[in-house]
């Protein structure tokens, strides 16, 4: 057995037994699959962490950055409270076209504000309606703006408030000095801010699995 094969068979067992597809979260994949979106959304097991993160903060609002067709929206929104909020961008309109039905089908479209366009051109619009801060923001969208997209979410959060950069460890091209490519400087960026911020703490953590050799990092905004 190769040793992706030996990741994907242990992401299934753990899934079958933690994190198992309903038909909404199904009919979400089955859907974004269909339009053709790209197969880069979370797994299974990581949209579980993430609702996990989002219930221990006890999270009200949310704000994702990158919502492809919905997938991981649906495993955060169901994290929150009747009255809760989640903002997710989305720069292309078909993905966001596709993650509207997705959420209409799981019956959360009423908690979710899908927003399409640049996300760098959202956020500031965004901070502009001087919303409370959110309790969590998930980044998961073009690597090469991490940065800017984590300079952002501290502007939109508050002491307490906890992020989530997805996808960190880049097949381990992040620790290779000679790799300049956007998405590696943009994520090494975005590692030395959280490392270096006096309102940051934070760490990262390689995993494998069906998605292959990555990682994620978390920090946590402090006063």
Known sequence: MSESQLWDDVDTYFISHLAADDEALAAARRESDAAG????????NQGKLLQLLAQIQGARTVLEIGTLGGYSTIWLARALPADGRLVTLEHNARHAEVAGRNLARAGLDALVDVRVGPALESLPKLADE?????????????KGNNPHY????????????????????????????????GDVRGTRAAIELIGSHPRLSGTAIQTVGAKGYDGFALARVLP
Do not use: H, M, Q, Y
């Not at 979106?37 to 299974?44: D, F, G, K, S």
């Not at 979410?153 to 989530?164: D, F, N, P, Q, W």
């Open 37 to 44: 979106l790209p197969p880069i959304n979370v797994t299974a």
């Open 130 to 142: 001087n919303p409370a801060p959110f309790d969590l923001v998930f980044i998961d969208a073009d």
């Open 150 to 181: 984590l300079e952002w979410a501290l502007r939109l959060t508050s002491t307490g408030s906890l992020i989530v950069l997805d996808n960190v460890v880049r097949g381990g091209r992040v620790a290779d000095a000679d790799d300049t490519s």
